[in-house]
């Protein structure tokens, strides 16, 4: 399939498995742009068909150019976590403004634009509202679009997540866990979800779905089944919660750019049980059980074992 496909931030968690997938079912004219070099340079290792541009697409810039004769856009961009609010609002919605805009230029007919679950959390900080704006540039592009609201997700090439988390428990002997750690998440397949999209990119789905994990696990039973998977030896330590966020507080002086934040620390707890729809019969795919997708992420083989950088 020649349908050239720009793919705007895919060289991170989702756009590395999409490219997996979609070159998998046959789409052979893909372009990838990311601003992170080091995370392009393992794309292209996998996937030297691929054209990666590195480029900043909170700037305007030559990588608008990219968009010419595509027939569709999937933007991936977002700035999940950090310090400092500006980044939120330059990563995920200046962003979003250019790529319209440059989407506009060149006559793209159709957008997918990953949106985030936390709009319809109970949270609120820099992340949640920074999603918020983002869709409502796309909602008003005038572009034929479909915008998905996935849940937590992991898989392949997760690096700021549950990756990073069997990273960590395979270097230190103790893993704290805040609270009591019964914090209910609905985490979501990562290839799951880029089923969906390819079910949107191929059949031109429209409207707003919200994509929650199928199952609920508490997230202290998530790290268990890492622990368990990963073959990690760490024990499990409960910490009270004022004293982990002290501990975050602490090493954010340390790291200006952490892989845990107190913003998504006060995230995690939020009780927030979000909406489950039957997005596998509405996109027709199959929804893998937790466990075998766990099972399938930290399995030996060349995707499990690539690591991105932060």
């Known amino acids: 399939m020649n349908h050239k496909v720009v793919i705007l931030g895919g060289a991170g968690l989702v756009g590395q498995n999409l490219v997996i997938l979609l070159t998998r079912e046959g789409f052979s004219n893909l372009v990838v742009v990311d601003k992170h070099a080091e995370n392009l340079r393992v794309l292209q290792r996998l996937h030297p068909g691929v054209t990666t541009i590195q480029a900043d697409i909170a700037d305007a810039g030559d990588w608008e150019h990219a968009l010419a004769d595509a027939t569709a856009a999937v933007m991936l961009q977002a ?172 090493y954010s002086l340390i790291d200006r750019h952490p892989p845990f934040t107190t913003e998504q620390l006060k995230a995690l707890v939020t009780p927030d049980k979000f909406e489950l729809i039957p997005w596998w019969d509405i996109f027709s795919v199959t929804c893998t059980p937790f466990h075998t997708a766990i099972r399938e992420t930290f399995a030996p083989g060349p995707y499990s074992d690539a690591e991105l950088a932060f």
């Open 79 to 250: 700035h999940i976590g950090g310090l400092v609010e500006h980044q939120f609002q330059r990563d995920n919605v200046d962003s979003t403004h250019n790529v319209i805009a440059a989407c506009r230029a060149h006559d793209v007919p159709y957008i997918v634009h990953i949106s985030s679950s936390v709009v319809n959390s109970l949270a609120h900080d820099w992340y949640t509202e920074s999603k918020k704006a983002q869709e409502a540039v796309v909602a008003t592009s005038g572009i034929s679009h479909v915008v998905l609201r996935p849940t937590l997700m992991f898989g392949w090439f997760d690096r700021k997540h549950l990756g990073w988390l069997s990273r960590f428990m395979k270097r230190v002997p103790i893993f704290p866990i805040p609270g009591n750690g019964r914090y209910l998440r609905q985490p979501l397949y990562v290839m799951d979800f880029c089923h969906i999209i390819h079910a949107c990119l191929t059949r031109r789905i429209t409207g707003a779905y919200d994509i929650t994990g199928r199952e609920e696990v508490d997230y202290v039973d998530i790290i268990r089944a890492i622990r368990r998977e990963a073959r990690a030896r760490t024990w499990i330590l409960f910490i009270p919660y004022s004293v982990f966020w002290m501990l975050l507080k602490v």
